[in-house]
């Protein structure tokens, strides 16, 4: 079966149609399409195909069905680069998402994004080894319907790199700190983890806070966020702006890592801005938005660049993971 732009048609239609392959026969049964980000079915086709991680690689999901991506770009087509070489110029002309849309072919380019600014080429780097010098810490948005943590490398310059997430569903608070410490290397010096507020509000039941409880479970370093939304957007946006360096390479103060971040990488782009106030993200799909609160958590912590070589610094004052270098950080 073949599919001539796609993102045309609607989930339904779309699935609907891979119902109708079938047949007693040995022939293979295969789907092709083709087309461009934008139109009714972009949603459903990102997700299905370049979120899952089929860029240019065969994924397999659970019930045995393998999905490839293939990104080609205009610039690509030989044939029409020959025949008419102004179409670039008409599509550089287009309005910005459009333009990003047709010539870049960039599926995080739509209207009402909160981040249009996210650009993957910039902010999502392969994975490479982080020096052990770099401040580290954590940042975590708890909720038993999500409960998302990130792990964030501060370089000399003040760079934020995430290297590390849980993203995982139906975690008592006794059991997210015990996934957060499964997941610390033991020689891992973590300097604090963020988090929100309403993790130090006592249960009405019991007169313990959340931050207690995951105290108890041996996660030490718990620290208040800064909770303010506005300002804390703003200063997520100054942190994903793009800017030119020394040796003209275009960067960003923000790197997240392919591979083992993938729902920060997913969520991020797909934030879309409330339609009541154009000064925060929209919370629905709700889905979309823990990662990306553990993220604004992190920024307003404001981290600070690993000291100098002739700066004397004590990783092991202060650990995540020993409870006897934690001093009055929890409110019982």
Sequence with gaps: MRFDEVTHFTEYQYCYLLSRIRGANNYPKQVKSTGNPGGVGHSFIKKRFIDKGSFNKTFTDKNGRSYFF???????????????????????????????????????????????????????????????????????????????????????????????????????????????????????????????????????ETGISGAAIMFDAGLCGLIKADDRKVIGLRTLREWLSVFTDEFGKKRS???????????????????????????VISDSPHELTHA????????????????????????DSFRVNRKDSIKEYLEY
């Excluded at 083992?260 to 000064?279: D, G, H």
Aim: hydrophobic share 40%.
């Design 70 to 204: 293939i990104q080609s770009l205009v610039s690509d087509n030989s044939f029409l680069m020959k025949s008419d070489p102004s179409y670039i110029k008409r599509l550089e002309a287009l309005p910005e998402i459009e333009k990003k849309r047709l010539l870049y072919g960039d599926w995080d380019a739509f209207d009402g994004a909160f981040f249009p600014e996210f650009d993957r080429s910039i902010h999502v780097s392969p994975p490479f080894e982080i020096p052990k010098s770099y401040r580290r810490f954590a940042s975590l948005d708890y909720g038993l319907d999500m409960t998302a943590c990130l792990w964030w490398a501060i370089d000399s310059e003040g760079r934020a790199i995430i290297y590390r997430e849980l993203y995982e569903k139906n975690l008592n608070l006794t059991n997210a700190a015990k996934r957060i410490l499964s997941l610390c290397p033991k020689d891992e010096n973590l300097e604090y983890i963020v988090a929100s507020p309403d993790l130090w509000n006592r249960r009405q």
């Design 253 to 279: 103060r923000l790197t997240i890592i392919d591979g083992s971040c993938k729902n920060l990488i997913r969520t991020l782009p797909a934030l879309q801005t409330s339609k009541l106030n154009p000064e």
């Design 292 to 315: 990306p609160e553990a993220l604004r958590y992190g920024i307003m912590s404001r981290p600070k660049p690993f000291p100098k070589a002739d700066v004397a610094y004590d990783f």
